[in-house]
């Protein structure tokens, strides 16, 4: 199993911690042997939680991928002033505790914006999330115009990790952050470039293997 980098210090405290209390209930004995147990099942989790896959799918200039894993929570025509200053369909994606919570990028480009707005830590499904919340803004020129890619932290996330630098050429499907603990990300395309939407509210996503959109 790949792991993020990000992941390896809250391994490593999140099994120290379940190795520390086995050892504590075996020398002591008494009531609290389900204590390790329950440990080391959290400790399996925060091995999940930043596990980093790299999903199967189609690639190319045609396609839109998912940017991250999870369920989709809106489909919304929107103007975007930030980076695509333009009418645009926003696909906005959902990601529990228990979903991969590594970023991958949508279309292959040039990074034109990085934009970080320290915000508030709302619900991350909730409309006002996507302008009141912690978030990151990537600009990428791509193939068919710019996409923007809305990292967005939600109300048990508290670290957004974005790689990234304006002016970086990136390939589609690479991975472009992280987002810790619950969270969601939103795919910006300019509807001038006429995209085809692939996917419908509710649907699960793929970071990186599933086509959000596609171009004609």
């Known amino acids: 199993m790949r792991i993020a980098r990000e992941g390896w210090p809250f391994i490593g405290i999140a099994w120290l911690i379940a190795i520390a209390a086995a050892l504590l209930v075996a020398r002591r004995g008494g009531p609290l042997w389900a204590v390790p147990g329950v440990l080391a099942v959290l400790a399996g989790w925060v091995v999940a939680f930043f596990r980093d896959p790299i999903r199967p799918g189609p690639r190319g200039e045609r396609y839109v991928l998912a940017a991250a894993e999870g369920h989709v929570v809106h489909v919304t025509e929107i103007d975007e002033p930030m980076y695509v200053k333009g009418r645009t369909v926003r ?9 991969v919570h590594v970023n991958r990028y949508p279309v292959e480009g040039t990074v034109e914006l990085v934009h970080y707005h320290k915000g508030k830590f709302l619900h991350a499904g909730t409309e006002k999330a996507s302008l009141d919340n912690e978030q990151a803004s990537i600009g990428i020129r791509g193939p068919h115009g710019p996409v ?12 957004i990790v974005t790689d990234p630098r ?34 419908k509210l509710g649907d699960r996503v793929r970071v990186g293997g599933t086509v959000l959109a596609e171009y004609a």
């Open 91 to 99: 696909i906005s994606i959902f990601l529990s505790v228990f979903d």
């Open 148 to 159: 923007l890619v809305r990292q967005i932290a939600g109300l048990i996330a508290r670290r």
């Open 166 to 199: 304006p002016g970086d050429h990136i390939a589609q499907g690479a991975r472009l952050g992280l987002i810790r603990f619950g969270s969601r990300t939103d795919v910006f395309l300019p509807l001038s470039a006429r995209p085809v939407v692939k996917v």
